[in-house]
């Protein structure tokens, strides 16, 4: 596409979006909503963060008061008398044995796509102008950095009028709430998710729904959100989002506005709180930021590889975040250059290439030829091997020679039977550990490796991801949230609720690998018709192994 070729204005009209009530349930409920998570009324805590009233909520919260001290009163039935569970109506779904896993996939999105023509009153999600692609299960609203890894999916579907409308909906988002919230409900107004939206931009031109150079202001106004306060700051010093470091350079961590406990895991966090030892506050923060950074949770933030209550997520420069900004950065540079904003595009160029200094001295290490995190508080570089080290690759700002290095200690430390390993932490209880994996880092690693020419690695991981993936389809005629990296009849467990079926990444990430390999074995798999082939497919994959 040219910069010549003209589109439309972003098609949302604010007038026709109900106006935003971005109260919290627990700011709107307080005592009855701490009574309600803490006394384990329903069995997940995001169930009643995302009820709807059925009166007025200072009605509620009045008859509340009044009763909560009558001999006998039962909570449970007090809210089942004024919410009700907020969904949309249920479609029947039945996975159709002769169906392919692509035909599977594109079955799938209408059933994962919402329509907010009407939005319940003084529920906690936000409203949207346009349809939007949830993940699946438990998770009934938008969120930020699945939605990239879905797109892709989309786009391979010849779903363009979706990625329309989530291209204007994350616009809006951006424009109304100055960023992107980690999923539109207001209980998430206060963190964001992993910045993909640059990545967003590039996808709706390649694509024909909008040119990139059209976003420019919002990618801009999200800049500034993670960049909040890095101008005043002196060496040692944080604020929000941004960490001056020693020589003067700043860095970015992961953040919540807030230091209460997240209202979707209330209790699993006050728990979590009260065995640390720790302020509760400083714990409730990390726990929110561990949230922002899409990994809730891992031991990569954790100082106790095998204890939650060790959290210290704003203590650390993550990777996989300073390269997305970094991506930004150039986004910014790119399309102002485009603009004819010369002074904007060499500022813009500067801050990158700053940046990338900052991740060279800070988040490399020639030695073990890898990427690691760094503890700014503790001033020393993080040893806990991740798959984000391969977002430098990602995003293109390693040399040559650091990215043959990384290929090298992904082939030995990381690669499992099922694709990219999470971590090289087993056994820890969280979910973004061994031995799961999970379908946006089996992306941006094989994508990060192809960049570098490292094309046997990153097919190999291919490979054996949709193994993984297409195995369990054939087995039980769906598509999860994560998976077990080997063959097994497990399912993948860890963190904090039950796995989840669907599962919007997941189907767009391997819909998209599908095509880049045809011949693979996924292509050819039914649901519910489990194979002997699957046999002869993970045997083809260890004889492709570097």
Same mark, same amino acid.
């Given at each position: 596409?040219?910069?010549?070729?003209?589109?439309?204005?972003?098609?949302?009209?604010?007038?026709?979006?109900?106006?935003?009530?971005?109260?919290?349930?627990?700011?709107?409920?307080?005592?009855?909503?701490?009574?309600?998570?803490?006394?384990?009324?329903?069995?997940?805590?995001?169930?009643?963060?995302?009820?709807?009233?059925?009166?007025?909520? !200072? %009605?509620?919260? +009045?008859?509340?008061?009044? *009763?909560?001290? @009558?001999?006998?009163?039962? $909570?449970?039935?007090?809210? =089942?008398?004024?919410?009700?569970?907020?969904?949309?109506?249920?479609?029947?779904?039945?996975?159709?044995?002769?169906?392919?896993?692509?035909?599977?996939?594109?079955?799938?999105?209408?059933?994962?796509?919402?329509?907010?023509?009407?939005?319940?009153?003084?529920?906690?999600?936000?409203?949207?102008?346009?349809?939007?692609?949830?993940?699946?299960?438990?998770?009934?609203?938008?969120?930020?950095?699945?939605?990239?890894?879905?797109?892709?999916?989309?786009?391979?579907?010849?779903?363009?009028?979706?990625?329309?409308?989530?291209?204007?909906?994350?616009?809006?988002?951006?424009?109304?709430?100055?960023?992107?919230?980690?999923?539109?409900?207001?209980?998430?107004?206060?963190?964001?998710?992993?910045?993909?939206?640059?990545?967003?931009? !590039? %996808?709706?031109? +390649?694509?024909?729904?909008? *040119?990139?150079? @059209?976003?420019?202001?919002? $990618?801009?106004?999200?800049? =500034?959100?993670?960049?909040?306060?890095?101008?005043?700051?002196?060496?040692?010093?944080?604020?929000?989002?941004?960490?001056?470091?020693?020589?003067?350079?700043?860095?970015?961590?992961?953040?919540?506005?807030?230091?209460?406990?997240?209202?979707?895991?209330?209790?699993?966090?006050?728990?979590?709180?009260?065995?640390?030892?720790?302020?509760?506050?400083?714990?409730?923060?990390?726990?929110?930021?561990?949230?922002?950074?899409?990994?809730?949770?891992?031991?990569?933030?954790?100082?106790?590889?095998?204890?939650?209550?060790?959290?210290?997520?704003?203590?650390?420069?993550?990777?996989?975040?300073?390269?997305?900004?970094?991506?930004?950065?150039?986004?910014?540079?790119?399309?102002?250059?485009?603009?004819?904003?010369?002074?904007?595009?060499?500022?813009?160029?500067?801050?990158?290439?700053? *940046?990338?200094?900052?991740?060279?001295?800070? $988040?490399?290490?020639?030695?073990?030829?890898?990427?690691?995190?760094?503890?700014?508080?503790?001033?020393?570089?993080?040893?806990?091997?991740?798959?984000?080290?391969?977002?430098?690759?990602?995003?293109?700002?390693?040399?040559?020679?650091?990215?043959?290095?990384?290929?090298?200690?992904?082939?030995?430390r990381l690669l499992a039977p099922g694709g990219l390993s999470t971590t090289e932490i087993a056994g820890s209880g969280e979910q973004w550990d061994r031995p799961n994996g999970w379908a946006p880092l089996q992306w941006?690693?094989?994508?990060?490796?192809?960049?570098?020419?490292?094309?046997?690695?990153?097919?190999?991981?291919?490979?054996?991801?949709?193994?993984?993936?297409?195995?369990?389809?054939?087995?039980?005629?769906?598509?999860?949230?994560?998976?077990?990296?080997?063959?097994?009849?497990?399912?993948?467990?860890?963190?904090?609720?039950?796995?989840?079926?669907?599962?919007?990444?997941?189907?767009?990430?391997?819909?998209?690998?599908?095509?880049?390999?045809?011949?693979?074995?996924?292509?050819?798999?039914?649901?519910?018709?489990?194979?002997?082939?699957?046999?002869?497919?993970?045997?083809?994959?260890?004889?492709?192994?570097?």
């Amino acid at each position: 596409m040219t910069d010549t070729q003209t589109h439309p204005p972003f098609d949302y009209d604010t007038s026709a979006v109900s106006a935003a009530d971005t109260l919290t349930p627990a700011d709107r409920y307080q005592e009855l909503f701490v009574a309600v998570q803490m006394q384990g009324v329903f069995a997940d805590s995001k169930t009643f963060v995302d009820c709807a009233p059925l009166h007025h909520p !200072e %009605l509620i919260l +009045e008859r509340y008061r009044t *009763r909560c001290g @009558d001999p006998g009163f039962d $909570l449970k039935a007090f809210v =089942a008398e004024h919410f009700s569970h907020y969904r949309l109506p249920a479609k029947e779904f039945v996975a159709n044995p002769d169906d392919s896993l692509a035909e599977h996939i594109d079955r799938l999105w209408p059933v994962l796509t919402r329509h907010p023509q009407e939005h319940p009153a003084y529920s906690s999600l936000l409203p949207l102008p346009h349809d939007y692609v949830v993940p699946g299960g438990r998770f009934t609203e938008l969120y930020y950095w699945d939605s990239y890894f879905t797109m892709l999916g989309l786009d391979e579907s010849g779903r363009c009028d979706l990625l329309r409308s989530m291209a204007d909906n994350f616009a809006y988002l951006i424009d109304t709430y100055g960023h992107v919230p980690n999923g539109n409900r207001t209980y998430y107004l206060g963190r964001s998710q992993p910045p993909v939206f640059a990545l967003m931009t !590039e %996808l709706f031109e +390649e694509t024909g729904v909008h *040119r990139a150079s @059209d976003y420019l202001p919002q $990618l801009r106004k999200e800049y =500034a959100f993670w960049m909040d306060g890095s101008d005043s700051l002196r060496p040692g010093e944080s604020h929000r989002r941004c960490v001056c470091l020693a020589d003067g350079v700043v860095l970015n961590r992961y953040w919540d506005e807030r230091d209460t406990p997240r209202e979707e895991s209330y209790r699993e966090d006050v728990e979590t709180a009260r065995a640390s030892g720790r302020p509760r506050h400083e714990v409730y923060r990390d726990l929110r930021a561990g949230a922002e950074s899409g990994w809730d949770f891992s031991s990569r933030w954790l100082d106790d590889a095998h204890r939650l209550s060790t959290i210290r997520t704003t203590g650390i420069l993550p990777v996989d975040l300073n390269s997305l900004l970094y991506r930004l950065e150039r986004q910014i540079a790119e399309l102002s250059a485009v603009k004819g904003q010369s002074a904007c595009a060499a500022e813009f160029r500067q801050r990158a290439a700053t *940046r990338l200094a900052a991740i060279d001295r800070y $988040l490399w290490n020639p030695q073990v030829g890898a990427y690691f995190d760094y503890d700014w508080q503790g001033r020393r570089q993080r040893d806990n091997l991740t798959a984000a080290t391969l977002a430098p690759l990602f995003v293109q700002l390693a040399s040559a020679e650091q990215a043959a290095a990384v290929a090298g200690i992904v082939r030995t430390r990381l690669l499992a039977p099922g694709g990219l390993s999470t971590t090289e932490i087993a056994g820890s209880g969280e979910q973004w550990d061994r031995p799961n994996g999970w379908a946006p880092l089996q992306w941006i690693g094989i994508r990060g490796l192809q960049h570098y020419g490292h094309d046997a690695l990153a097919l190999d991981i291919e490979a054996r991801w949709l193994s993984i993936v297409g195995h369990l389809f054939e087995r039980e005629s769906k598509l999860v949230e994560k998976y077990v990296l080997r063959p097994c009849t497990e399912h993948a467990g860890g963190g904090e609720y039950p796995l989840q079926d669907g599962f919007g990444w997941t189907n767009g990430v391997t819909r998209k690998l599908m095509q880049e390999d045809p011949s693979h074995q996924a292509n050819r798999c039914r649901a519910g018709h489990c194979r002997a082939q699957w046999a002869d497919a993970r045997e083809h994959s260890r004889q492709r192994a570097p």
